[in-house]
């Protein structure tokens, strides 16, 4: 009941998020002391009373300025596949958010995702790069770099908030939301104004950011990516299916579970896909499988998220997962490329690389 509360309040929040109405201008007058706050610890990083460390390696900040899901970890898989195809060697930190503790760990394709977190588990197994998830984004690349002295770039999953980390190029994704009502929370979405100022000290350049938008609106600057849910499912024991199956005359009721950020965005994927779904389940996201719901005991064929499904295949093994295709435009990595090269070739040429500050 908590939980289904919560959900709704969400909801409710998200839904007055997207006009400037009369909830949302009850809480502008709280938003501008969250805009204080950022604007201060901004300043505390730009005079270093806050310290950013680096670590010897480009580091690349996939994030976003929404509150909620907008896309970031499938944008971190496309992007470090991509550098993988240039040759580059990449790894992935992460703090995995939802997961039990805080010690610093190297994803294994066998870890446990209450362990290591459900997307930084996702990330390894579609990548097979090396993975770390820490306290802070510093312990992880650090240690994830000890280990593999190899890797060249460093990819943070999230994080674009988070300043301990030098940073070369920062990657911000956009959903369908855009911005929002453009007020910053509670009133509106944004975690801090756009467009964004960056942090940096003297001597320091400032990170070069680039936009990705998955959403409809031509006017959104940046570059574009498109996303869809592949044709087949897949269940735990590799066995695939069309999508097209869970519509035969023969086949079970369907029942869609989702414990990410925006569940109702998965199940209209499901229905653009001609999918015709008996019963429905939002759960929050990072969902932990602890409980069962009922509903898998009741006959229903169940289909989930890849990120859902590391952890409910524990409980309903025979459960069915659609990957996502995530697909930015060609002219993004372009942009990727020359960004990275000018950042390496920077580097080579910088008898000392970044300094700690």
């Known amino acids: ?158 994080g674009l908030q988070h300043y301990g980390l030098y940073r070369d190029l920062e990657i911000c994704v956009f959903d369908d939301r855009g911005c929002g009502n453009g007020w910053c929370l509670p009133a509106g979405p944004l975690r801090e104004r756009w467009p964004r100022q960056a942090v940096s000290r003297a001597g320091q350049h400032p990170a070069r950011l680039l936009t990705l938008h998955t959403g409809n609106d031509p006017a959104f600057a940046g570059y574009t990516a498109h996303r869809s849910l592949a044709t087949c499912a897949v269940r735990r024991d590799g066995e695939t299916v069309p999508m097209s199956a869970f519509n035969a005359p023969d086949a079970r009721p369907l029942a869609a579970i989702a414990g990410i950020a925006q569940p109702e965005s998965f199940f209209s994927m499901l229905r653009a896909r001609g999918l015709l779904l008996d019963q429905t389940i939002a759960l929050p996201d990072h969902y932990s499988f602890d409980s069962v719901p009922s509903i898998i005991d009741e006959g229903y064929a169940i289909i989930c998220t890849e990120k859902d499904a590391a952890k409910l295949w524990s409980i309903a093994p025979r459960a069915w997962a659609v990957p996502l295709v995530f697909q930015p435009e060609s002219a993004f990595f372009t942009a990727v490329d020359t960004a990275v090269a000018e950042q390496l070739a920077a580097k080579l040429s910088s008898a000392h690389g970044h300094k700690t500050t």
Request: glycine letters at 10%.
């Open 1 to 158: 009941m908590a939980g289904a509360l919560r959900l709704r309040l969400r909801a409710s929040l998200v839904r007055a998020w997207t006009r400037r109405g009369p909830i949302a201008g009850l809480l502008w007058p709280v938003s501008l002391l969250f805009q204080i706050a950022v604007w201060l610890r901004r300043q505390l990083y730009t005079a270093g009373i806050f310290r950013t460390q680096s670590v010897d390696a480009l580091v690349i900040v996939v994030g976003n300025v929404v509150a909620g899901g907008a896309g970031k970890t499938p944008t971190v898989i496309a992007l470090v596949q991509h550098l993988q195809a240039q040759g580059r060697i990449v790894g992935v930190i992460s703090r995995g958010y939802g997961r039990d503790g805080t010690a610093c760990l190297e994803v294994q394709k066998d870890s446990r995702p209450q362990i290591v977190g459900d997307e930084p588990l996702l990330i390894r197994r579609a990548t097979h790069a090396p993975v770390f998830v820490g306290r802070t984004r510093h312990e992880a690349a650090t240690a994830m770099l000890a280990r593999h002295p190899d890797i060249e770039i460093v990819v943070c999953d999230d």
